[in-house]
């Protein structure tokens, strides 16, 4: 049996397979904790890395991670009790309240970036065409993730 791409089911799970060991082996969710102190689970850091993009309400913020209103505003909350968020009101409705990012909130995404985003070593030894190709690839199943979420983290 062979999927969409022409490889074979058996291909596409080992290739998934050692995608997944590779991530999992230079997994630093823990290490970023030490750091700051607490975990960004349960929705905190996903909601916390799109506030960088600018201030949501708690109602964009439930859509764009497909959970409820009041699940939004208990994960708010936790980050607001952190100091890093608050909620301000919205120049256009006062009946909503803008969430956005505090200075700690930007720190926090600094030292996660600078954490996270640290390249394993094992990447930096790959000759550039290795590199390249790689890049490329991740490139396409980015790509072709956005075109069709499909079942993305469920």
């Keep these: 049996m062979t999927g969409s791409s022409g490889g074979s089911d058996d291909s596409v799970q080992r290739a998934w397979a050692l995608m997944q060991r590779f991530v999992e082996a230079h997994n630093r969710?823990?290490?970023l904790a030490e750091a700051l102190g607490f975990r960004l689970g349960g929705g905190r850091g996903k909601i916390l890395f799109q506030l960088r993009e600018g201030p949501a309400?708690?109602?964009?913020?439930a859509e764009a991670n497909g959970v409820d209103a009041p699940y939004a505003t208990l994960i708010v909350d936790k980050l607001e009790a952190h100091g890093l968020v608050e909620r301000r009101p919205h120049p256009d409705d006062r009946r909503r309240k803008l969430v956005t990012l505090t200075a700690a909130g930007h720190d926090v995404i600094a030292t996660a970036d600078a954490i996270l985003l640290?390249?394993?070593?094992?990447?930096k030894t790959l000759p550039a065409d290795d590199l390249d190709q790689l890049t490329a690839v991740l490139t396409r199943l980015l790509d072709a993730d956005a075109a069709d979420p499909g079942d993305r983290g469920r």
């Excluded at 309400?57 to 913020?61: D, E, F």
């Excluded at 640290?118 to 990447?123: H, K, T």
């Design 29 to 31: 969710h823990g290490e």
């Design 57 to 61: 309400t708690l109602g964009r913020l």
């Design 118 to 123: 640290r390249p394993p070593p094992a990447i």
